[in-house]
């Protein structure tokens, strides 16, 4: 698979779940926000690594070869992180994530609460201006960040 880059360490396949991927190939961009890799690409510029979704490792592109939802993540791969399909079972029905405005972001060098807490001292100076709109608060393993259109500031909500 010939991975399209949208950063200097991000690619599109990183962002979109592996069914919405088949269907669309380099046109899933459509359907993402275009603050969300620049987002993204800050705090992974900030914090080191990110992982979003990383199906794409397993080598496989056809959705109905990949394993269960529950089966990818005993194995750390994680397939609805980023874009999800309308259909997807995962989340609120109206969830930022099917509107390609959300991330789910898992850090090898920093925890969620100190990527949080840095979003929250900076967000004025930085992550305002880049479009970040909304974060989850006390998530342990992985931290929603969003794109939503409000305009009160940053947005902090517990799902």
Known sequence: MRRIRLSKNLYLDEFVAPEIYQKFRGNSLWFLNPALPIIVQALRD???CVIINNWSQQGKVD?????SFQENKKQNYFTESGIRSPQCIIGSEYSQHKFGNAADLKFTD???NEVRKHIIEQYDPIYKALGLTAIE???QSWLHIDCRNISNGLFIFNA
Do not use: H, R, S, V
């Open 46 to 48: 900030q914090f080191g």
């Open 63 to 67: 959705a109905d070869e990949f394993l």
């Open 110 to 112: 920093a925890t969620p």
């Open 137 to 139: 608060d006390n998530t």
